[in-house]
């Protein structure tokens, strides 16, 4: 049973930096690798949207509002996917949530929380 756990959330002033990280375990069947792996965030009241995520072969995919802050990475020996977060602002404020996806198959962690403020 796959499961990640999130790390890094917290307080930011704007303009600060956060690194995220989604360490993942308990795959019998599938290695690490061959999973998408991505992060999405929710605003209470809002729909889950995606932020960015990462292939089985490092493509990558980052929402418009992000693009040049945020960047995603993994590191398959560690089983971890990281989102480094730059410039943050109050909007990026959101519980964010790390997720693997492979085939019909997909997993969420728990979720951690980014407050950006001052």
């Known amino acids: 049973q796959l499961q990640l756990v999130e790390s890094g959330g917290g307080l930011v002033q704007p303009g600060g930096s956060l690194r995220l990280s989604c360490a993942a375990s308990?795959?019998?069947?599938?290695?690490?690798?061959?999973?998408?792996m991505g992060w999405y965030r929710q605003v209470a009241g809002k729909q889950r949207e995606l932020v960015a995520t990462?292939?089985?072969?490092?493509?990558?995919n980052y929402a418009d509002s992000v693009k040049g802050r945020f960047t995603i990475s993994r590191d398959n020996r560690k089983n971890t996917v990281y989102l480094q977060m730059n410039s943050l602002e109050p909007e990026d404020t959101a519980v964010y949530y790390c997720?693997?996806?492979?085939?019909?198959?997909?997993?969420w962690g728990q979720g951690t929380q980014i407050t950006v403020s001052s």
């Open positions: 990462i292939t089985s072969g490092g493509n990558t």
């Open positions: 997720n693997a996806r492979l085939a019909g198959f997909q997993r």
């Open positions: 308990g795959s019998t069947f599938t290695t690490f690798s061959m999973y998408t």
